[in-house]
T-cell receptor
Framework: GEDVEQSLFLSVREGDSSVINCTYT??????LYWYKQEPGAGLQLLTY?????DMKQDQRLTVLLNKKDKHLSLRIADTQTGDSAIYFC??????????????FGTGTLLAVQP | GAGVSQSPSNKVTEKGKDVELRCDPI?????LYWYRQSLGQGLEFLIY????????KSGLPSDRFSAERTGGSVSTLTIQRTQQEDSAVYLC?????????FGPGTRLTVL
């Protein structure tokens, strides 16, 4: 099947904005998520968006959703060194049935330079 | 409140041995998931439990893998006759609705 695609690596300077992009597989996906994983840790749910929304803002995080292009992005304002981590987008595809299993992207490693 | 906990945090075993991994979900969460994270395959779904319904085992990679959830709470993932390709981080998540909250994972190394 198709993969949820993300660029592998992003490097930004502290204080700049970061934009992490994701292309997902199912235009009928109801929920889309962003998770953060720090080294040796589990996945932390950062934010999520319903498919009937175009944008969601939560403090320094802004999620943009383009359903037509199946494109999801996460913008982190005023990026800090503590934001350095791997970021995963995930979807619950309609074809997954009642299980609500997450289909994850490949992950983007964000490196924040001081 | 307490999050999802998993034990052990690390497990090293010899090829051919059986291992058991444990997950304690967040209290009150009705759904529980197991995922596996490996370098080659990324994050992949293994199994799903919801209340008293039959589990969705569609993600289990072979019949050496099994899982149970007792009393609608604690879950155990068992891998029999471990192989080197089973080496991965096994993540558990619990969910009250459409959001899933993950534990820290168990890193399994099969020598």
């Amino acid at each position: 099947g198709e993969d949820v695609e993300q660029s592998l690596f992003l490097s930004v300077r502290e204080g700049d904005s970061s934009v992490i992009n994701c292309t997902y597989t199912d235009s009928s996906s109801t929920y889309l998520y962003w998770y953060k994983q720090e080294p040796g840790a589990g996945l932390q749910l950062l934010t999520y968006i319903f498919s009937n929304m175009d944008m969601k803002q939560d403090q320094r995080l802004t999620v943009l959703l383009n359903k037509k292009d199946k494109h999801l992005s996460l913008r982190i304002a005023d990026t800090q060194t503590g934001d350095s981590a791997i970021y995963f987008c995930a979807e619950i595809p309609f074809y997954g049935g009642a299980t609500n299993k997450l289909i994850f992207g490949t992950g983007t490693l964000l490196a924040v330079q001081p | 409140g307490a999050g999802v906990s998993q034990s052990p945090s690390n497990k090293v075993t010899e090829k051919g041995k059986d291992v058991e991994l444990r997950c304690d979900p967040i209290s009150g969460h009705t759904a529980l998931y197991w995922y596996r994270q490996s370098l080659g395959q990324g994050l992949e779904f293994l199994i799903y439990f919801q209340g008293n319904s039959a589990p969705d085992k569609s993600g289990l990679p072979s019949d050496r893998f099994s899982a149970e959830r007792t009393g609608g709470s604690v879950s155990t993932l068992t891998i029999q006759r471990t192989q080197q390709e089973d080496s991965a981080v096994y993540l558990c998540a619990s969910s009250p609705d459409y959001t899933q909250y993950f534990g820290p994972g168990t890193r399994l190394t099969v020598l």
